[in-house]
């Protein structure tokens, strides 16, 4: 007998080949088949390559197309989410005037709106059957994405007019409390068991909605939105699809959705007063107030900060090496070749304030010089402050006083490289987060003293061999690391070759790593550029919090500059493909979140 697929020269017993593999085929996916170990083989790779196949298709870099980016929206006249003056525009579905004309005002009312709901009756607190929560609960995904889902969930709660509750669970993917990373918010007490300590016995809490609002890149390309979906709802409704009589409702979510709120027509117009500028710095506006890391982070975000002299431009570089949408090895230089275009344009601003200065000087030395020969006091000032500009090249943030050693052998892209050292005042430093040492002690080779890193970081483990995204969400934190044997754990000074300090690394999915992961997440937040990995959160809260247009490394090895500081919301696309119940405008802050494929 004849097997399958074995060879043969004879043209007749070629076909015959054929025929019989045909037959096989056929075989395999006959009903009676059908429990077999193949078939279920055969269909695990099927819908395996039914989720590659888009992906590695249909996510490729392209120009910004709107016809085809949003085909639901009026697309003819895109405008800003937010006009000049809010009070031009009378949005529907919003009658009379704000409650409140800035961000600060309408915190400190849902403040007081807050310590109300929650007190009990007894103590100055609204009736118990006037009581309504809104408790958020990040799904099983990291610290970034848990943090700007987080941030949505409370504006949520403020146009809903709900307090808003924390219910934060140490998982694999962020395995430590949130009082672990941050400090309890100044006037806020969310916590669950602390504002519901009964809440197992409930029978509101047991019977409570609860909504998911996922994080999923690549969703939106395969299932579109429809106008019965939560994302409708959330768009359309002036509820946002929470019925107002329900006293407990809970959001699982891992996104940032704040924008889908910001363009509902029912509340437009509010959190254009509530956010000004269309919410171009809204996530940094929100995280400053409800996220102030805990001493033991702080302290370990000291300790870098200390260290960065005053005066120089720091630029942030994040490297994710591990994990979902790692860059591979080969990228890691791409990394300094975008610094290195930073650093040209941060010197062309430079140039630019010292021309600028010196034309003011200038226009000063032309004046009439008074018969005293002394040179008026607003003068002074004036000369002053331009040769100021003129020594600095900008502002500065830092008041710490601190010479570099960096090296000057060759240069990689303008990026100095390895040789030796000479004292030079450091107009340019660099702080690096990454999950892989190795990588870590590549930029320490390539940027010498420049560099700066956070002492006893993350151990490492293998890369994956591809940076394929294979997976529908973006972890941060994830995995169980363990330092390879061929490669023993480095210090801050381990570029020196006089210093002799080892420390010793720290499993990531742990407490402690996890606060190692919040420290570095603010201290990128401290640069004045950022360079971020493509698809982080990790890297999005860092440019959200900083309030700056990050340069993402795409794993092609090219170098974009975001225009968005904001964190992506990338289910504009889902909308695009399906259609919302309701009829919205196109936005210039819609397409700002398109980069966010490429």
């Not at 043969?8 to 429990?35: A, C, Q, W």
């Not at 009026?74 to 961000?103: A, V």
């Not at 996890?514 to 640069?527: G, S, T, Y």
Request: charged share 20%; hydrophobic share 35%.
């Amino acid at each position: 007998m004849f097997d399958y697929f074995s060879p043969t020269s004879s043209p007749r017993s070629g076909l015959f080949t054929i025929e019989r593999r045909f037959e096989y085929g056929v075989h395999l996916f006959s009903k009676s088949n059908r429990t077999s170990t193949r078939w279920r083989l055969l269909l695990a790779m099927a819908l395996w390559f039914s989720y590659v196949i888009p992906v590695t298709l249909r996510n490729e870099a392209r120009d910004f197309d709107p016809a085809r980016a949003a085909p639901s929206f009026d697309i003819q006249h895109p405008e800003w989410l937010c006009p000049k003056s809010t009070t031009e525009e009378n949005t529907s579905g919003f009658d009379g005037e704000p409650r409140q004309s800035s961000f600060e005002a309408y915190w400190e009312e849902y403040l007081e709106f807050h310590r109300e709901m929650v007190l009990p009756e007894s103590q100055g607190g609204v009736p118990e059957s006037e009581k309504r929560f809104l408790i958020f609960q990040p799904s099983d995904d990291g610290l970034g994405n848990r943090l700007q889902a987080l941030l949505s969930s409370v504006v949520m709660a403020m146009v809903t007019r709900r307090a808003i509750v924390l219910d934060w669970l140490a998982m694999p993917q962020c395995n430590a409390n949130f009082i672990d990373l941050f400090q309890q918010p100044e006037g806020l007490t969310w916590d669950l068991n602390t504002t519901l300590p009964h809440h197992k016995t409930l029978p509101s809490y047991k019977t409570k909605p609860e909504i998911w609002y996922p994080y999923c890149r690549n969703c939106a390309l395969r299932s579109p939105i429809t106008p019965e979906s939560t994302w409708s709802n959330l768009l359309c409704e002036a509820n946002l699809g929470l019925n107002t009589t329900t006293p407990i409702v809970q959001i699982f979510s891992t996104q940032w959705f704040l924008p889908v709120i910001q363009h509902n027509p029912h509340w437009k117009r509010e959190l254009c007063h509530m956010f000004p500028g269309g919410g171009k710095n809204a996530f940094q506006m929100l995280a400053r107030k409800l996220l102030k890391p805990s001493r033991v982070v702080q302290d370990k975000i000291d300790s870098v900060m200390e260290r960065v002299p005053e005066g120089v431009t720091l630029i942030g570089l994040q490297v994710r090496r591990t994990e979902n949408n790692a860059v591979g090895q080969g990228i890691e230089d791409s990394f300094l070749s975008c610094a290195a275009d930073v650093v040209q344009e941060e010197e062309e601003k430079e140039e630019e304030l010292r021309l600028a200065a010196s034309s003011r000087m200038a226009t000063i030395d032309r004046r009439q010089t008074p018969p005293n020969g002394r040179t008026p006091d607003n003068q002074e000032e004036e000369s002053s402050h331009s040769s100021s500009i003129v020594q600095s090249g900008h502002y500065l943030r830092r008041n710490i006083t601190l010479d570099l050693d960096l090296t000057d052998n060759h240069n990689i892209n303008g990026v100095q490289t390895g040789g030796s050292k000479k004292k030079t005042s450091g107009r340019f430093a660099y702080y690096l987060a990454t999950d892989y040492r190795p990588t870590r002690a590549h930029f320490q080779k390539a940027l010498g003293d420049q560099l700066l890193v956070l002492e006893n970081t993350f151990q490492s483990t293998k890369p994956p061999a591809s940076s394929l995204d294979l997976s529908s969400t973006n972890y941060e934190g994830d995995s169980l690391d363990i330092s390879p044997p061929e490669f023993s754990p480095i210090g801050d000074n381990e570029a020196s070759p006089a210093s002799s300090s080892q420390t010793e690394a720290v499993v990531r999915n742990s407490v402690q790593g996890v606060q190692k992961a919040v420290a570095e997440m603010f201290l990128l937040a401290q640069a004045d550029r950022i360079i971020s990995s493509p698809y982080s959160t990790f890297g999005s809260f860092a440019h959200g919090y900083a309030n700056v247009q990050p340069n993402i490394v795409k794993r092609d090895g090219t170098c974009i500059k975001r225009r968005s500081t904001q964190p992506c919301f990338q289910y504009w696309f889902g909308f695009a493909n399906g259609g919302a119940k309701c009829h919205i405008k196109s936005t210039i802050e819609m397409s700002e979140d398109y980069d966010c494929w490429l």
